[in-house]
């Protein structure tokens, strides 16, 4: 991929980090300051990538922006020089993880056992046949809800980001902070099913974060984050030890005594997740757990469930405001945002389909010649994330 955007004139830096755009002053960025770390590009060695950083030095310019959902600092270099932000909403909750084996005969029921790997271990836990390839892929679940009642309002609760025989990582980025997510491997050969579940919050007027926004203004939903980032930090220890608790127990409010297996490779410590949040958020996930979820998936609440703690970043709590015919962010004429971190996608795919959208805009509204788009016809993602 990488030598596919070079091919085509493209430009990647490797330890490249943005920290100011120069104070753009009449709708124009005219300069971009860059810091530049001691990264190696895998298969190119130091000296080309030291090549490659030297010539990006000699001419930095800007026309777009592409940041992810977690550069906060990024965020506050944005504010700090006035471009214009916005709170959005977003979710925060757990990764939560079952054996692969629970999930197949939730969902395939007397078909369960047609789920081959072709992973020895994986498919004798699994219960598969004795068979070269199975009939069916490893088991998959989405969930959802509006109406998860956190004691005043109905607030959405939902899966986010299955990861079928997969495993849980950390997304630490800082060592005072741990945050979780998931993935899954192409095989998708592991012992283990997780997913995310979380609750909305940033809705306007929302009082969870209230205080976080009376004191932060449009950052009050970074800052939320990062203080249940910590707590989630405080309850693990260092050493990115990830605070868990079995399902049954995070309903009830009760430690849990002992723990199941789990594909997480780095420590991890029995913690009283259901301390991490605010009420709002814990009582809209217990109540969207208990009565709707096991209703949708009857075994979903079960003793092998683990909570891994926290999930946070599904989505950036801030948005760049951008014209929507031209994609530019308002009041500039030469700065263009997309994905993630600019607040319009919650995911690969819908950044990709932003990023190809917004590329249409660049090239339309610079006048390139001959060009006839990439079939998006200069639509982005909407802005529901």
Not at 1 to 22: C, D, H, P
Not at 103 to 124: A, F
């Amino acid at each position: 991929m990488r030598k596919e955007i070079r091919s085509l004139g493209g430009e990647i830096r490797f330890g490249a980090k943005v920290t100011s755009l120069g104070y753009p002053e009449n709708g124009t960025v005219k300069k971009v300051r860059v810091e530049y770390s001691d990264v190696i590009e895998r298969g190119l060695g130091k000296e080309e990538t030291e090549r490659i950083n030297r010539m990006a030095r000699e001419r930095v310019e800007i026309g777009s922006e592409d940041i992810g959902h977690s550069a906060r600092d990024v965020y506050k270099m944005l504010h700090k020089e006035k471009i214009p932000l916005k709170p959005k909403p977003f979710a925060v909750g757990f990764r939560i993880e079952h054996p692969q084996s629970l999930i197949n005969s939730l969902q395939y029921k007397e078909y369960s056992d047609q789920v081959v790997t072709g992973k020895k271990g994986t498919d004798l836990a699994n219960g598969s046949k004795d068979i070269v390839e199975g009939v069916l892929p490893v088991a998959s679940y989405r969930l959802a809800t509006d109406l998860g009642y956190d004691g005043k309002i109905n607030r959405p609760v939902y899966s986010f980001c299955m990861c079928p025989g997969g495993q849980i990582v950390p997304a630490s980025t800082s060592e005072e902070e741990t945050v979780v997510n998931g993935m899954s491997f192409s095989k998708r050969d592991s012992e283990f099913a997780n997913s995310a579940v979380v609750v909305g919050v940033g809705e306007e007027g929302d009082e969870v974060l209230e205080e976080y926004w009376e004191k932060w203004g449009v950052l009050g939903g970074m800052y939320f984050q990062e203080d249940i980032e910590r707590k989630s930090r405080e309850l693990g220890g260092s050493n990115f030890t990830v605070p868990v608790q079995r399902l049954p127990n995070f309903l009830n409010s009760t430690l849990s005594p002992t723990l199941p297996k789990s594909s997480y490779r780095l420590p991890k410590k029995s913690s009283p997740l259901h301390t991490v949040y605010p009420p709002q958020i814990t009582n809209s996930l217990k109540h969207a757990i208990t009565e709707i979820f096991e209703r949708q998936i009857p075994g979903y609440l079960d003793e092998s469930a683990l909570l891994h703690g926290v999930e946070t970043r599904t989505s950036s709590p801030i948005r760049i405001p951008r014209d929507k015919e031209t994609y530019l962010v308002e009041g500039f004429e030469n700065f263009y945002v997309a994905g993630e971190g600019a607040g319009y996608a919650g995911g690969i795919v819908s950044a990709s389909c932003d990023g190809i959208g917004v590329a249409e805009k660049v090239c339309a509204n610079m006048g390139a010649e001959g060009f006839e788009g990439f079939g998006l016809g200069g639509k982005g993602v909407k802005e529901n994330y």
